[in-house]
């Protein structure tokens, strides 16, 4: 048996996260941590030294909601984040539409209405207008809808569809939503190539790997992507961990696929497209959608609780978190509160959850998977919460620091590509709730990098102590001390004891 070679890593500071006292080296050997410590003198024997100077250790983050695929496919389409028009947003698509082949489907993300002039999407003849024969998918920001082209709208069967937007005269206009956007989204998915997609998936890899990101938990969703898409990401060979579940209710398909069961299984919609579930009314007093019944979704957690798996649901709205918590007590009422706790059950969003719904999580061990960015982009009394609902439900979205106070497990994601992925910014997000409901830096660090790694069941990785996995990330200043971690750059991730990014002379 070959004996790994072991290389101590010797920094100005390791923030190890394990409640232990300060160190500075870590000693690495194979995949494992062998030892943590502040003096380099009272390390055991060792290969090599690797001496960082003046950089500072972290574990590695996790983001803990990721579209990986789409995410890497908006690295070559459209970023139509902060566009300020449908004009801005056309303008875009014609610019990067003449960059790209005649054949290339032209993907788009982050468009964001809520503040434009004409208070509307762009519609299947503008965008027509803008590149005549192009295939064309422009996703809003909350990836809850689209835009298409005008072909692409012609060739769905848009009287079977929920979602199709029409206008005074009965016209589609382009605008798809929910189960209109997943048909147009599979109907363009089959245009991409194997290159295309293979390419995507390494260029989210090698982004979250210079973040500083070891672990991306790839949620696929029927519509937005397809079984094939989670089999890649099972079954290839990345420089950072994917973890990978699958949105669908028949636990025994995604069991026998090797995946994790739903993580982003939709029980309702998004508040940016009018379809999260509330009690709330929106603007144009409707109520947004409950896409299963509270018997489909409270038998599908009793089933995942009873084969002793975590499955996880996307809940937004307060109706559909009413909806999952009570599933949630009817799986601990059937097969008891601690084989539920067990399992570490998780909710995805949670952005209108109030207090009785953050007492009754605790109680279940369910985890919190958050994305503070969302708070950034759209708390407050004068943004998108505040527009749909009033500022009182704004400033309590999101409610963080409830989270925390009652000891709800959280963890911290991205949902790129609707925020893009950004630790750091995630962090500073969490320390900055606009209503108030922040989280320490420490808290924040906590649920962006261990978070994830007890939501997913990895007890061997995560605080970097003897014993557990070498997973981590250097850093070029101290993260606590520096003035804006966002700031900070990434200069090495290891994962599993193997460099991500960076050059750490590790022997593996």
């Given amino acids: 048996m070959t004996v790994p070679p072991t290389t101590l890593l010797v920094a100005a500071g390791v923030h190890t996260l394990s409640g232990g006292p300060p160190a500075r080296c870590l000693l690495v050997a194979g995949d494992r941590l062998v030892w943590v410590g502040a ?20 574990p590695a983050f996790v983001d803990a909601h990721v579209h990986a695929t789409m995410t890497g496919l908006s690295e070559v389409g459209v970023d139509l984040n902060g566009a300020a028009s449908v004009a801005d947003v056309l303008e875009r698509v014609r610019r990067r539409a003449g960059e790209l082949p005649a054949e290339v489907v032209v993907l788009g993300s982050g468009w964001d209405d809520t503040d434009w002039p004409e208070q509307r999407p762009p519609t ?15 996703s809003r ?95 290839g060979n990345w420089p950072v961990e994917v973890l990978t579940w699958w949105a669908e209710l028949d636990l025994d398909l995604v069991l026998a696929e090797g995946l994790r069961p739903g993580g982003d299984l939709f029980i309702d919609g998004s508040i940016g497209s009018y379809t999260a579930a509330t009690s709330v009314a929106y603007p144009d007093g409707g109520h947004g959608e409950l896409f299963h019944s509270d018997k489909t979704v409270a038998g599908w957690f009793a089933a995942c609780t009873a ?14 978190i009413e909806q999952a918590i009570g599933a949630l007590e009817h799986a601990a009422a059937v097969h008891g509160a601690d084989a539920v706790r067990r399992c570490r059950h998780r909710i995805e969003h949670l952005e209108l959850a109030d207090r009785d719904h953050v007492r009754r999580l605790a109680a279940l061990g369910v985890v919190a998977s958050m994305q503070p960015a969302f708070d950034a982009a759209w708390g407050g009394a004068d943004r998108l919460y505040a527009k749909r609902f009033g500022a009182d439900v704004a400033l309590h979205s999101n409610p963080l620091r409830w989270l925390a106070d009652a000891g709800v497990p959280m963890a911290f994601g991205s949902d790129s590509t609707v925020t893009p992925l950004d630790p750091w910014g995630t962090v500073v997000a969490a320390t900055h709730h606009r209503g108030g409901l922040s989280l320490s830096f420490d808290e924040a660090l906590v649920a962006h990098t261990l978070g994830g790694r007890h939501a997913a069941g990895q007890d061997d990785v995560g605080p970097l102590r003897a014993g557990m996995r070498a997973d981590l990330a250097v850093w070029d200043a101290d993260p606590v001390t520096v003035d804006d971690p966002t700031r900070l750059q990434c200069l090495a991730t290891v994962v599993a004891g193997r460099s991500a990014h960076g050059d750490l002379p590790l022997g593996l």
């Avoid at 003198?41 to 500072?56: K, Q």
């Avoid at 299947?124 to 422009?138: F, I, K």
């Fill in 307 to 320: 084969a002793g798996v975590s499955a996880g649901v996307h809940a937004i709205g307060d109706r559909a």
């Fill in 124 to 138: 299947a003849t503008e965008v027509g207008a803008a590149v005549p024969g192009r295939t064309v998918l422009l």
């Fill in 39 to 58: 003096d380099p003198a009272d390390a055991p024997a060792h290969d090599r030294i690797a001496d960082l100077g003046g950089a500072w250790i972290t």
């Fill in 141 to 235: 920001v909350d990836v809850h809808s689209c835009v298409v082209d005008p072909g692409t709208l012609a060739r769905l069967p848009l009287d079977e569809l929920d979602g199709v937007a029409r206008d005074a005269d009965g016209e589609p206009t382009g605008w798809l939503r929910e189960m209109a956007y997943g048909a147009a989204m599979r109907l363009v998915r089959e245009q991409l190539t194997a290159a295309q997609l293979t390419a995507a998936r390494d260029a989210v890899c090698r982004r979250a790997a210079a973040l500083g990101i070891g672990c991306l938990h790839e949620l696929g969703v029927p519509g937005l992507s397809g079984l094939d898409d989670s089999r890649a990401w099972r079954d």
